[in-house]
């Protein structure tokens, strides 16, 4: 408790900037569904309308954050070799919707298209057509590497939120149903997910990334 020869410490002031760091911190750590304002504002020190002069709204503020994921990422370079410049973006997508779990189903909502989202959808387009793709095999290879980006991230993301109780209980489930007998050649696979070896060294993303760019290569030549 402060006293009189302890004067409390001033607050400092709220700014759009500091609002959705805090906000951000929150989604990461706790997911999206526990950022509300009034909470937000807790974390700051602050009454919720205080909030409402820097962000006009809930939906302004998943702006914000989604445009702060977006910051994180890299655009396809026009400097590099096409299929260097678009894994290298890929992979930094990737890994900005690792850190931020909550982010892509967001990115892929109607309601939510940030302008990054569409400059980085126009330049990967541009990039693929740049480097020599017909407009067909643009449209093609277009969907098929953002379906990996975000379609593998949601996968992966949703393989990755278990406890340490939710690994016995699937070890258990897996020992009793997963049989030798039965399945043996998902058993074999799923022994995998609970050893160590070199298939722990190797990232799911990037090695389906690559076969995906080992396909677009003799496309672009032919």
């Known amino acids: 408790m402060a006293t009189a020869s302890e004067p409390t410490q001033p607050r400092l002031p709220l700014s759009r900037e500091r609002i959705l760091r805090s906000a951000l911190t929150i989604a990461d750590e706790r997911g999206i569904d526990a950022l509300s304002m009034r909470k937000l504002a807790q974390a700051l020190g602050y009454e919720a309308m205080s ?17 702060a994921v977006l910051a994180e990422t890299q655009a396809p370079s026009p400097d590099e070799p096409w299929d260097a410049a678009i894994r290298a973006s890929a992979v930094s997508v990737h890994d900005a919707l690792r850190r931020h779990t909550w982010a892509a189903p967001l990115l892929m909502s109607a309601g939510h298209i940030r ?6 959808m126009d330049l990967l387009l541009g990039r693929l057509r740049a480097s020599g793709f017909d407009a067909d095999t643009t449209y093609h290879a277009y969907h098929v590497l953002d379906g990996h980006i975000f379609g593998f991230s949601l996968w992966e993301i949703s393989h990755s939120s278990y406890t340490p109780s939710d690994e016995v209980d699937m070890r ?4 009793s149903v997963i049989t030798v007998e ?20 190797v990232s799911a993303f990037e ?5 995906i760019l080992d396909g677009l290569r003799p496309l672009r030549e032919a």
């Open 115 to 120: 302008p990054a989202r569409l400059r980085y």
């Open 172 to 175: 258990q489930m897996f020992d």
């Open 182 to 201: 039965a399945y043996p050649d998902l058993r074999e696979h799923g022994l995998q997910h609970f050893a160590d070896g070199p298939h722990r060294h």
């Open 207 to 211: 090695f389906g990334l690559d076969l």
């Open 51 to 67: 909030l409402y002069n820097h962000v006009a709204n809930k939906d302004d503020l998943l702006d914000g954050l989604l445009d």
